[in-house]
């Protein structure tokens, strides 16, 4: 599929400027309507820039939708950060770097590539969910949080072949879940990154990067003491120097 997919895809000629212009377009577009506060038609445009989920039989569109997942979480994330910086500088800063996205990042079809996305997809879902609804109930940080982990699983493994793919992606989604649904009692924040977003993060990472070389036959013991070593340390000292004074609600 993603074979095929980037063959569609002009490599050259008048046809690849014209694609690159009309990937420009869309961030411009949101920045115009983040400037004039019409978030709501934001989400509108980015729901229709994926028409083609839908060009489709109905049966067809959960798996389209798990295809174009990762793609959505960081056009939505782009536009809530936009609708929460604190100066159009900020705003400009993001629709730059959504551009990048849609012509360097989005494209890229290598394992590292494909894993790449799947943590930048994850990683600015999390921070935008707890960004704009970290007040929200717990069921529904918790219910968000599994979905995007979950999601951006599915993602990553869908490069490796992997016959489990999908029970992992599961077993992620509820390790997040849980995670959740125990430090959102005490939701801290360091700057505009909640604390399961960053925990999430390292242990994505970690994780990530251990099945990589694991399947590309790498993983030596050496590699995997260092990186157990170095998750656990970082979690430890994430845990530990943390204000959790007055935290419990």
Known sequence: ?????????????????????????????????????????GFVLILLSKWRMFAVRPRHWPVHFRINAVDLMVAVSTLIFMMHSGSGAWQVVWAVLYALWLIVGKPLTSMLGVAAQALIGQTMALMAIFLAWGAAPLVGLVVATWGVCYLAARHFFSSFEEPYGSLFANLWGYFAAALTWILAHWLLFY????QPTLILTVL??????????????????????????????????????????????
């Open 191 to 194: 700057g505009n990154i909640a």
């Open 204 to 249: 994505a990472i970690g994780m990530g990067s251990l099945y990589y070389l694991s399947e590309t036959d790498r993983l030596t013991i050496l590699w995997r003491r260092q990186f157990v070593v170095s998750m656990t340390a970082v979690i430890v000292a994430i845990l530990i120097f943390s204000d959790w004074s007055s935290k419990i609600f």
């Open 1 to 41: 599929m993603r074979a095929f997919i980037k063959h569609l895809k002009p490599a050259s000629g008048f046809a690849h400027f014209v694609h690159i212009g009309l990937n420009i377009l869309l961030p411009v577009l949101l920045l115009i309507l983040a400037r004039i506060r019409f978030y709501q038609l």
